[in-house]
């Protein structure tokens, strides 16, 4: 079944970004040039998916506002004959069609996907965690997308970890099957001793509908929260897990130093920047 639906849970607080989150929501702390979230965005997009749907909370409306028409602007652009950055702006706002959902209260990344449960309609979906940024040549949604299309069940981005930061993650335990591919026997949210392997689970998901009704069954885990790792686990029982390891590089940039990382590489990537940030960089001698 071809997926079209991504969903970006985004009503998390980013404490580990204060004050800078205080009143500016974690998805809109730009890199570069673009929000966080606008390179998730960009990547469904680039993966062939067509509706986005963010789950917001309180203090989150400067999403919905980066996302629409600013009639305003536009006509400036237009007056000023700034074509260039008219278009930017326009093909930010006709990107791709979006709904919002809100989550009242902050019950955890589990329950932000539950909320969108009437917004599916019982179809495979993909869910993009903004913080992530994957530098890639092939978008990973699109990399885990051959996987579903062969085995038509949920996928899971992985990633190797020292076995030392494993408990900042989920972790699987897989049995490899092919290039990059693991079929999951267990999962883990956030293991505080022994975790079942090195393969951490990152911001990338398609998940099959039966992922609500696992929600449903899932009781406050890690935190108190609702861990999405939890529902993963009871759906396992009736259902295979695919976990895929992707090529491309990751960034935590929900992070402060995943943050400075993400804004460095990518800006050494920008043609109308490299030369002189390298040189600048250099310059520095550190
Ligand atoms: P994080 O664990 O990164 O939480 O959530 P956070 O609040 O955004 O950031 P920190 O850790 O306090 O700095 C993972 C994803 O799940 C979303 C977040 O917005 C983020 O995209 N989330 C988390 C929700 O949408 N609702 C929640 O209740 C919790």
């Not at 996302?67 to 990107?95: A, P, Y």
């Given at each position: 079944m071809k997926i079209k639906k991504a969903v970006f849970?985004?009503?998390?607080?980013?404490?580990?970004?204060l004050p800078a989150t205080k009143a500016i929501?974690?998805?809109?702390?730009?890199?570069v040039d673009k929000p966080l979230i606008q390179y998730g965005v960009e990547e469904a997009k680039s993966s062939g998916l067509s509706e986005i749907i963010i789950v917001t909370g309180m203090g989150k409306t400067a999403i919905e506002d980066h996302f629409d028409t600013s009639f305003e602007l536009e006509k400036l652009l237009q007056e000023r004959g700034k074509t260039e950055l008219l278009r930017m702006i326009e093909n930010v706002s006709g990107m791709v069609h979006f709904a919002y959902t809100r989550?009242?209260?902050?019950?955890?990344l589990g329950h932000a996907i539950g909320i969108t449960r009437n917004l599916i309609n019982n179809e495979p979906f993909a869910v993009f965690l903004g913080d992530d940024i994957i530098d890639s040549e092939v978008p990973v949604m699109r990399q885990m997308m051959e996987v579903h299309k062969r085995f038509g069940t949920t996928v899971l981005a992985v990633q190797k970890v020292p076995k030392s930061q494993a408990h900042l993650y989920g972790v699987i335990k897989g049995q490899k099957?092919?290039?990059?591919i693991y079929r999951v026997l267990d999962l883990v949210e956030k293991?505080?001793?022994?975790?079942?392997?090195n393969l951490a689970i990152i911001g990338r998901y398609i998940l099959s509908p039966g992922i609500f009704n696992a929600l449903e069954e899932t009781k406050p885990g890690k935190g108190g929260e609702i861990q999405l790792t939890d529902a993963l686990r009871i759906l396992l029982r009736t259902q295979e897990i695919y976990a895929l390891e992707f090529e491309g590089t990751r960034y935590d940039a929900g992070d402060k130093l995943g943050f400075l990382k993400a804004n460095v590489s990518l800006a050494l990537k920008r043609p109308e920047l490299r030369a002189e940030f390298r040189k600048f960089l250099k310059d520095l001698k550190i």
């Amino acid at each position: 079944m071809k997926i079209k639906k991504a969903v970006f849970p985004a009503a998390g607080f980013g404490t580990r970004f204060l004050p800078a989150t205080k009143a500016i929501p974690k998805e809109m702390l730009p890199l570069v040039d673009k929000p966080l979230i606008q390179y998730g965005v960009e990547e469904a997009k680039s993966s062939g998916l067509s509706e986005i749907i963010i789950v917001t909370g309180m203090g989150k409306t400067a999403i919905e506002d980066h996302f629409d028409t600013s009639f305003e602007l536009e006509k400036l652009l237009q007056e000023r004959g700034k074509t260039e950055l008219l278009r930017m702006i326009e093909n930010v706002s006709g990107m791709v069609h979006f709904a919002y959902t809100r989550q009242k209260k902050p019950l955890g990344l589990g329950h932000a996907i539950g909320i969108t449960r009437n917004l599916i309609n019982n179809e495979p979906f993909a869910v993009f965690l903004g913080d992530d940024i994957i530098d890639s040549e092939v978008p990973v949604m699109r990399q885990m997308m051959e996987v579903h299309k062969r085995f038509g069940t949920t996928v899971l981005a992985v990633q190797k970890v020292p076995k030392s930061q494993a408990h900042l993650y989920g972790v699987i335990k897989g049995q490899k099957i092919g290039d990059g591919i693991y079929r999951v026997l267990d999962l883990v949210e956030k293991p505080q001793s022994n975790p079942p392997s090195n393969l951490a689970i990152i911001g990338r998901y398609i998940l099959s509908p039966g992922i609500f009704n696992a929600l449903e069954e899932t009781k406050p885990g890690k935190g108190g929260e609702i861990q999405l790792t939890d529902a993963l686990r009871i759906l396992l029982r009736t259902q295979e897990i695919y976990a895929l390891e992707f090529e491309g590089t990751r960034y935590d940039a929900g992070d402060k130093l995943g943050f400075l990382k993400a804004n460095v590489s990518l800006a050494l990537k920008r043609p109308e920047l490299r030369a002189e940030f390298r040189k600048f960089l250099k310059d520095l001698k550190i």
